[in-house]
């Protein structure tokens, strides 16, 4: 399997692309970052690639799996990544 991308060679891919410095790209990739993690709340959407949703998760049983025994998990919020659908298509192929 390949290595990700780390965010240096992100940048550069960006700055390559578009006539911009990789400093100018870092920059952006910095502002999307800072931007979802404001907007998360309301659902923070990439066109093309997916969007933030907090998703409430009720409490439930769950299992030690250790022992065997019963312990019971709170209810939480959690963010959640949902891909759009065009992605799926363009990494796994449309059937």
């Given at each position: 399997m390949?290595?990700?991308?780390?965010k240096s060679q992100i940048a550069a891919t960006l700055a390559e692309k578009n006539e911009l410095?990789?400093?100018?790209a870092v920059e952006i990739l910095e502002a999307l970052?800072?931007?979802?993690?404001?907007?998360?709340?309301?659902?923070?959407t990439i066109?093309?690639?997916?969007?933030?949703?907090?998703?409430n998760r009720a409490a439930r049983v769950g299992?030690?799996?250790?022992?065997?025994?019963?312990i019971n998990i709170?209810?939480?919020?959690v963010v959640k990544f949902r891909v759009a659908k065009a992605a799926?298509?363009?990494i796994?192929?449309?059937k």
């Open positions: 390949a290595k990700a991308l780390s410095t990789k400093k100018q970052v800072e931007l979802a993690y404001k907007q998360a709340k309301n659902t923070f066109p093309g690639l997916g969007k933030l949703v907090l998703v299992r030690n799996p250790a022992t065997g025994a019963q709170p209810a939480k919020r799926k298509d363009a796994l192929g449309s």
